[in-house]
């Protein structure tokens, strides 16, 4: 099984940035797709950035492409969010989760088999 813990959140006020981190312990590390969401209050679970077990590939959700950026380092068990330009709506729990599944990066929570317990992000203004 993989364990994950996040951190990194807080306030901050917007235009500003926040990098968020997820340390995994476990499986293999390097064999595995990781990935951010995030969720409001009242609203879904929403897809913000994936990352394969290599590093090479990415993907990200419309809302934070060009702001967000999901990277990995592999020696270390630990994948990152760095969020810059924030902005009021993207406060929420941030969560880091991981599949051991094959195939592309998806963009759907149903599949990931892993979670964090989350991180809190507030963007005031």
């Known amino acids: 099984q993989v364990q994950l813990v996040e951190s990194g959140g807080g306030a901050v006020q917007a235009g500003g940035s926040l990098t968020l981190s997820c340390a995994t312990s476990?499986?293999?590390?390097?064999?595995?797709?990781m990935a951010w969401f995030r969720q409001a209050p009242g609203k879904e679970r929403e897809f913000v950035g994936g990352i394969n077990g290599g590093g090479w590939s990415t993907a990200y959700g419309d809302s934070v492409k060009g702001r967000f950026t999901i990277s990995r380092d592999n020696a270390k068990n630990t994948v990152y969010l760095q969020m810059n330009t924030l902005k009021r709506e993207d406060t929420a729990l941030y969560y880091c989760?991981?599949?051991?599944?094959?195939?592309?990066?998806?963009?759907?929570?149903?599949?990931?088999?892993?979670w964090g317990q989350g991180t809190q992000v507030t963007v005031s203004s």
């Open positions: 476990g499986r293999t590390f390097s064999g595995n797709t």
């Open positions: 989760t991981a599949t051991f599944k094959y195939g592309s990066i998806s963009r759907r929570y149903e599949d990931y088999d892993y």
